[in-house]
């Protein structure tokens, strides 16, 4: 028997989330999932969704157009079930990130350094040694993303925000803004095959899946997590970087050395073999 068609409307993580739920045999031998990446703008073809059983979807807005969920969800036939998912984000660990175009991983306060004119060792140099904690209200930040993940949340029958709130300080919940590791990942999966009246797999398996955004951990900054007293943001601590293992320091200056270069493709540089020594 011909399978049903899950259409998946989601941003880098629906794969992970994808790969966990067809780990539910129940769920794997009803439904063909077929990803369309929303920030890619990649459209939804009419003719599939024509023909579309259940609609998984990260909630885009009327700014999206043709994309916009709503739009979607008009289109659907009548006996499709579809389901609004989580779109999990975090700048607490980050929370000078900025997703201004240009540069990726950006920081707006190292790009306050760079814009001074310094030479790239001055840059590195008064970086590190700037008082952070001091200059901005961290605790405000961490708290306002929190309050922008809870608004995010009411979207979504699947509740996250209080599963970061318990564990954001026992260990690194997110690697970027935007990729929350198998922790986060794994209960969303779980959250949504409840949802859907399915069994949702033993943890042992979810586990078994592995992290699901491993090659690249952003770093923290230590002076940051000091102020919040995260042991995984030590000074002393490395972070996975497309297959290298680097410290905050040598990040910053790979950082600025791609900035002064004018390269916009910093992801491109980091994977390439410009990594400072």
Request: overall charge negative; charged content about 25%.
């Amino acid at each position: 028997m011909d399978k049903e068609l899950c259409i998946v409307h989601a941003n880098c993580q629906g794969p992970p989330i994808i790969e966990r739920l067809l780990a539910c045999p129940q769920f794997e031998e009803r439904y063909e999932c077929k990803l369309f990446t929303n920030y890619e703008k990649e459209p939804v073809l009419d003719e599939l969704i024509g023909h579309c059983s259940l609609f998984l979807y990260q909630h885009l807005g009327s700014a999206w157009g043709d994309l916009a969920s709503e739009n979607i969800l008009k289109k659907l036939p009548e006996s499709a079930r579809h389901l609004c998912i989580p779109n999990m984000f975090f700048k607490g660990y980050w929370p000078l990130w900025s997703g201004k175009e240009g540069f990726n991983y950006r920081c707006l306060h190292l790009d306050e350094f760079i814009d001074m004119g310094l030479s790239p060792e001055e840059t590195v140099l008064l970086f590190l040694r700037s008082d952070v904690e001091r200059k901005f209200n961290l605790l405000e930040l961490l708290n306002k993303t929190f309050e922008q993940e809870r608004n995010k949340e009411k979207q979504t029958p699947i509740k996250y925000v209080e599963l970061l709130i318990e564990h954001y300080r026992d260990e690194m919940l997110f690697n970027t803004v935007n990729h929350p590791n198998s922790r986060l990942i794994n209960h969303a999966a779980k959250g949504i095959l409840k949802h859907l009246g399915f069994d949702a797999p033993d943890d042992t398996v979810l586990e078994s899946i592995g992290e699901p955004f491993p090659d690249f951990e952003q770093p923290i900054n230590p002076r940051i997590g000091q102020f919040f007293g995260w042991d995984f943001a030590k000074p002393d601590i490395e972070f996975e970087i497309y297959g290298r293992k680097i410290g905050y320091a040598r990040y910053v200056a790979n950082y600025v050395a791609a900035r002064e270069a004018g390269i916009a493709d910093f992801i491109g540089y980091l994977q390439g073999e410009y990594i400072k020594i």
